[in-house]
């Protein structure tokens, strides 16, 4: 059933975030992993990345991150950096895709992703919210839309987790946004 996999993957999203943040964003990995905790375990429990934005603001601050990191990129990347959507679509689609009898070329794979990333961008951060985003990936690869009410069945758990990719992806980009600020005003 894609719920599991779909999870699965998810959480390789999350765990491959993290080498990124220690790297790129140049913090230590305890660091970096009492930096996400408090907003990932709002995250899973909340489902709604908009929900867990104050919290996210709130680590950055006691991060030491500036005001522009804390309070632009990190509503910016929130809103529009959505890791867990993107691998959980991709799932969804895919497995419809199979459920419904529809062979998808290379084409239309590509096809899907494109529709992916760009719909996945447009998530509100809601509860469930990824799921109404799925609808353009499911049309681009001729997938009949009502199985969208199959996945909406099972979706509890995985948006927690795809919530919780989101917020660590989110929170990542800003670690990364603020080393790469840091550099560049001699602060590294």
Do not use: W
Request: proline residues 5%; glycine residues 8%.
């Amino acid at each position: 059933f894609p719920t599991r996999r779909s999870s699965d993957l998810t959480i390789v999203a999350i765990a491959v975030l993290y080498p990124l943040g220690v790297v790129a964003g140049g913090m230590r990995l305890r660091a970096f992993a009492d930096y996400l905790a408090p907003s990932q375990a709002l995250a899973f429990a909340s489902r709604s990345s908009l929900a867990t934005l104050p919290a996210m603001v709130q680590a950055a601050e006691r991060a030491g991150f500036d005001a522009t990191t804390s309070r632009l990129v990190m509503p910016l990347a929130v809103s529009v950096f959505h890791v867990g959507t993107a691998v959980a679509q991709t799932v969804g689609v895919l497995f419809l895709a199979r459920l419904g009898g529809v062979d998808l070329s290379g084409v239309d794979l590509a096809t899907v992703a494109a529709a992916i990333v760009v719909a996945s961008s447009a998530v509100p951060g809601v509860p469930g919210g990824s799921i109404v985003a799925l609808v353009p990936a499911l049309t681009a690869a001729r997938v009949p839309v009502e199985g969208i009410g199959l996945l909406l069945a099972v979706d509890a758990i995985p948006d927690m987790v795809r919530t919780t990719a989101n917020v660590t992806g989110a929170m990542t980009l800003a670690a990364i946004a603020r080393r790469r600020s840091d550099a560049d005003h001699g602060r590294a």
